[in-house]
């Protein structure tokens, strides 16, 4: 993995844009605060809510949460021009979802209305239907996590819902992606700056 435990730091991670990076270290992190909210994911989260089942606390609600992640594996391939963030959270306000299985639902989700890919609509229908029912019956309070760590489980990669706005001074920058590294900030200031 790429940072040491979230039982050592206290804290997880959320990647951002660049272009939103100033506003972010100066606001802090609210769910629709991105350009994305909007013009990514409208209308895929209230699919994958429509399957929560009664064992999801009322508060989980995914349209309304930020996502960010407990650990990524050495491997990861960030988005270029991009920010990672370590951030402190309530984790009584934050829930644990397998991100495999809405992942298994977007590209349907996304292309289904566009002529030759109209047969998506068939595999949400089904095959999307059921991993969006695994997405909830696997998923799990943050704090129950912590004891049973599904997010270290092979093939589980968890996502974290937090469902509260992060202050500035729970945020702090960590590395800069760019098209050809990841740099630690100091490392990239003794470059660029």
């Given at each position: 993995m790429i940072f040491p435990d979230y039982k050592e730091t206290g804290v997880i991670y959320h990647i951002i844009s660049l272009i939103d990076l100033k506003k972010t270290l100066r606001e802090g992190i609210t769910f629709d605060d991105k350009?994305?909210?909007?013009?990514?994911?409208?209308?895929?989260?209230?699919?994958?809510?429509?399957?929560?089942?009664?064992?999801?606390?009322?508060?989980?609600?995914?349209?309304?949460?930020?996502?960010a992640s407990m650990n990524y594996p050495k491997n990861h391939k960030f988005h270029s021009h991009?920010?990672?963030?370590?951030?402190?959270?309530?984790?009584?306000?934050?829930?644990?979802?397998?991100?495999?299985?809405?992942?298994?639902?977007?590209e349907p989700y996304t292309l289904q209305n566009i002529h030759t890919f109209e047969k998506c609509k068939d595999y949400l229908d089904t095959k999307g239907k059921e991993l969006l029912k695994e997405y909830w019956e696997t998923s799990l309070s943050f704090k129950e996590?912590?004891?049973?760590?599904?997010?270290?489980?092979?093939?589980?990669?968890?996502?974290?819902?937090?469902?509260?706005?992060?202050?500035?001074?729970?945020?702090?920058?960590?590395?800069?992606?760019?098209?050809?590294?990841?740099l630690k900030v100091e490392e990239w200031k003794k470059i660029f700056c």
């Open positions: 350009v994305t909210y909007k013009t990514k994911y409208d209308g895929f989260h209230q699919l994958i809510e429509q399957e929560k089942n009664d064992h999801i606390p009322e508060w989980v609600i995914r349209s309304k949460a930020i996502f991009s920010a990672v963030l370590a951030i402190k959270i309530n984790p009584h306000q934050c829930w644990i979802a397998n991100e495999n299985y809405a992942n298994e639902t977007y996590n912590l004891k049973v760590r599904m997010d270290k489980k092979e093939g589980y990669d968890a996502e974290v819902l937090v469902m509260h706005k992060i202050n500035p001074k729970d945020i702090r920058l960590e590395y800069i992606v760019s098209d050809h590294r990841m």
